[in-house]
């Protein structure tokens, strides 16, 4: 007989046993149960693998109006805009790509790439430009549309930039393949992204008013010393905590909030959790 003490199976493993036997006879698993298969075999692989596979899993289930930059954030240009002005626009924002449009903004031509612009100085040094020939078509989305299919076009299409549209036409907001790849591997910074993050920035809309982009991170007493006001934080330290509370859900990126005389958008989330929140001071009336 062997008197060797048996190592104690936990409940976890012999879930997993069950669930590769199941494999085994050729029964698939729903996404829940991989999920739960992750959470009961660390240590087969890292954390940040394991982040990347329910990413993976995640984007499956995710749509474009949960992950869309909205449309008070986008940084456009106008077909109408001088080249002096297109630059500036370039130069100040850091990004590669922007959504070109009427100058109603209600509607788009398409989107012009930042490395286009060196054709033209190549070509001339004229500051005219006929914006016209440098535009590239533009994707349109619904805001329903699944992230996991939108990585499959944005691939196949090489266009890495979406316009997202509501059931009615109207413009929503944008996505890029960096936004939905984010959603997988996490925050991807490049050479333009601020290293040191601040938690309240003071901004400026394209219309030239004013308004703050604040870390759902932000401790509420922080917030309250910034902007001078008394937000109750007895049973919540964070902004975003806060505001999830006012929601009574997780809400969706663009959706907004009033209360206690700010204006909350809701800029960017990430799986279950607020990261960005644009506010406005709001004159009650």
Same mark, same amino acid.
């Given at each position: 007989?062997?008197?060797?003490?048996?190592?104690?199976?936990?409940?976890?493993?012999?879930?997993?046993?069950?669930?590769?036997?199941?494999?085994?006879?050729?029964?698939?698993?729903?996404?829940?149960?991989?999920?739960?298969?992750?959470?009961?075999?660390?240590?087969?692989?890292?954390?940040?693998?394991?982040?990347?596979?329910?990413?993976?899993?995640?984007?499956?289930?995710?749509?474009?109006?949960?992950?869309?930059?909205? +449309?008070?954030?986008?940084?456009?240009?106008?077909?109408?805009?001088?080249? +002096?002005?297109?630059?500036?626009?370039?130069?100040?924002?850091?990004?590669?790509?922007?959504?070109?449009?009427?100058?109603?903004?209600?509607?788009?031509?398409?989107?012009?790439?930042?490395?286009?612009?060196?054709?033209?100085?190549?070509?001339?040094?004229?500051?005219?430009?006929?914006?016209?020939?440098?535009?590239?078509?533009?994707?349109?989305?619904?805001?329903?549309?699944?992230?996991?299919?939108?990585?499959?076009?944005?691939?196949?299409?090489?266009?890495?930039?979406?316009?997202?549209?509501?059931?009615?036409?109207?413009?929503?907001?944008?996505?890029?393949?960096?936004?939905?790849?984010?959603?997988?591997?996490?925050?991807?910074?490049?050479?333009?992204?601020?290293?040191?993050?601040?938690?309240?920035?003071?901004?400026?809309?394209?219309?030239?008013?004013?308004?703050?982009?604040?870390?759902?991170?932000?401790?509420?007493?922080?917030?309250?010393?910034?902007?001078?006001?008394?937000?109750?934080?007895?049973?919540?330290?964070?902004?975003?905590?806060?505001?999830?509370?006012?929601?009574?859900?997780?809400?969706?990126?663009?959706?907004?909030?009033?209360?206690?005389?700010?204006?909350?958008?809701?800029?960017?989330?990430?799986?279950?959790?607020?990261?960005?929140?644009?506010?406005?001071?709001?004159?009650?009336?």
């Amino acid at each position: 007989m062997n008197s060797k003490k048996q190592p104690k199976i936990s409940e976890g493993i012999l879930r997993l046993f069950g669930r590769i036997k199941r494999a085994i006879k050729g029964e698939p698993f729903n996404r829940r149960e991989i999920q739960e298969l992750l959470q009961n075999t660390r240590g087969a692989i890292d954390s940040v693998e394991e982040k990347m596979v329910s990413g993976v899993l995640d984007v499956a289930e995710t749509q474009a109006r949960e992950v869309m930059i909205p +449309r008070s954030q986008m940084v456009v240009i106008e077909n109408t805009n001088s080249l +002096r002005e297109i630059l500036e626009i370039i130069v100040s924002s850091g990004h590669s790509r922007f959504p070109v449009m009427n100058k109603d903004l209600e509607s788009f031509v398409g989107v012009l790439l930042a490395k286009d612009l060196l054709r033209h100085f190549k070509d001339t040094a004229s500051d005219d430009i006929d914006i016209k020939r440098y535009i590239r078509p533009l994707s349109v989305i619904p805001e329903s549309k699944r992230l996991n299919t939108l990585l499959k076009e944005f691939r196949d299409s090489h266009n890495h930039m979406a316009i997202v549209v509501d059931e009615y036409g109207g413009i929503s907001g944008l996505l890029t393949i960096e936004d939905v790849l984010e959603e997988i591997v996490g925050e991807i910074d490049d050479e333009h992204d601020t290293i040191e993050i601040e938690y309240i920035q003071k901004k400026k809309s394209n219309d030239g008013s004013e308004y703050y982009l604040v870390l759902a991170l932000t401790k509420v007493e922080d917030f309250n010393d910034y902007f001078k006001c008394k937000l109750e934080h007895s049973s919540y330290d964070t902004i975003g905590g806060l505001v999830v509370h006012e929601f009574g859900r997780l809400p969706r990126n663009g959706e907004k909030l009033i209360f206690s005389g700010f204006k909350f958008s809701v800029i960017k989330t990430h799986l279950r959790r607020i990261e960005v929140l644009s506010v406005k001071s709001v004159i009650a009336n």
